[in-house]
Every structure is written in structure tokens, then in C-alpha cells.
């Protein structure tokens, strides 16, 4: 069975066409005009094994926030598309990052229900252009797409950048192997029956 999907997404405000396929190799064809996004996906993909293409316009000429939570939307819903009914996989997944001198923790419920505890502060406004209170902005909309439950905990750190970029990896990790097939789970890891 394959596990991919592609999502295309038009409106006044953003362009977009995102594919991902759970069980590909990492391969990246990021374009869309949001630099320090595109690096932290393009880390998201290779960490988490997922093959992830985006093509995106904006209006980031206004500011960078309706392309990262419309880019956060997208992969929300390709995310839960490609999971079909959910059946063998691991459900939950948990990863700690470090990276240098932060320490980051992603934990996640692929429960059906869309639910974000985030607890992170950055030391900075922005890194680079990029404004640093994107970061819960796109996972919130991943989140409330995708319908899963994530609980993301930057435990510690310093420098912004080294920060967010261990939630992303943590994040990948965790994903990754929560939507692993385990052969001894039938059907769907649920006492209800459904996820």
C-alpha cells in the first residue's frame, strides 16, 4: 500500500502544492520563499525518511506568516491523507534532539484527535528574517490538520536558531516512528477499534 499524498492549496493569500510519501528515502525538492522554512523542512524530511516536495508563493512581501501556517496546513492534510485508516502503525513516537547547547523533546499521539502543547521560548525575535513565534503558528496548523496530538518541549538552550532546528529534528524523529508498521499490531492500535 502506498503512503503519499499531494495536497494543492489556492488562495488570496498563498499558492501551494505539497506531495509526501511516508516511506520514501528523504528526498527534498523544496521551493517557496521563506529561507530559514525551507531549512528547517529540508532537515524534516532527511531525519524522518519522508519524501517531501512544496512549490508555494506568498505574500511574504506583507510578512512570512500566511505562507508558513498555509505550508503547516498542507502538510497537515497530506500527512493524515497518506496514513489512510492507520492500520499496523506505531502510533506514538518520542524524540529528545540535542543540538549543541539546546536540548529538544517532540512527543506525538497519531490519536485522530488535533490537540499542540507547546512549550518553547526563544531567546530572540527572529533568526535571520524569520520571525521566531512562526514556530508554533506552523505546528499549530500542522497540528489541527493532521489530527494528531503533539506535545512539543524545549527543554533548554541558548542560541534561537540551534533551538528550533532541534524541535524540527525531534520532530521527525518522533513522526517517523509513530507512522512505522509494526506486524504484530492488527488493524489499528486502539481499544475502540479506530484512530
Not at 502543547?117 to 500542522?142: D, I, N, R, W, Y
Request: aromatic residues 8%; contains cysteine.
Amino acid at each position: 500500500m502506498s503512503r503519499q499524498a499531494s495536497i494543492q492549496r489556492d488562495t488570496t493569500e498563498t499558492q501551494i502544492q505539497l506531495a509526501l510519501n511516508l516511506d520514501g528515502q528523504g528526498q527534498r525538492d523544496l521551493r517557496f520563499p521563506v529561507p530559514f522554512l525551507r531549512h528547517m523542512l529540508d532537515l524534516f524530511s532527511k531525519h524522518s525518511s519522508f519524501d517531501l516536495a512544496i512549490a508555494a508563493n506568498g505574500d511574504v512581501d506583507i510578512d512570512d506568516h500566511h505562507t508558513v501556517e498555509d505550508i503547516g496546513i498542507c502538510l497537515g492534510q497530506a500527512f493524515k491523507k497518506a496514513l489512510g485508516d492507520k492500520a499496523g502503525i506505531r502510533r506514538y513516537g518520542n524524540r529528545f534532539t540535542p543540538m549543541d547547547e539546546s536540548l529538544a523533546q517532540v512527543t506525538v499521539d497519531i490519536s485522530g484527535r488535533s490537540f499542540l502543547v507547546f512549550h518553547a521560548e526563544f531567546p530572540t525575535e527572529k533568526v535571520g528574517t524569520f520571525s521566531t513565534e512562526l514556530v508554533q503558528e506552523f505546528f499549530q496548523a500542522f497540528t489541527g490538520n493532521a489530527g494528531v496530538t503533539l506535545h512539543v518541549n524545549l527543554h533548554y538552550g541558548t542560541n534561537s536558531h540551534h533551538m528550533i532546528e532541534g524541535i524540527f529534528k525531534a520532530f521527525a524523529g518522533a513522526l517517523s516512528e509513530a507512522v512505522s508498521v509494526d506486524p504484530r499490531i492488527q488493524g489499528v492500535l486502539s481499544t475502540k477499534g479506530v484512530l
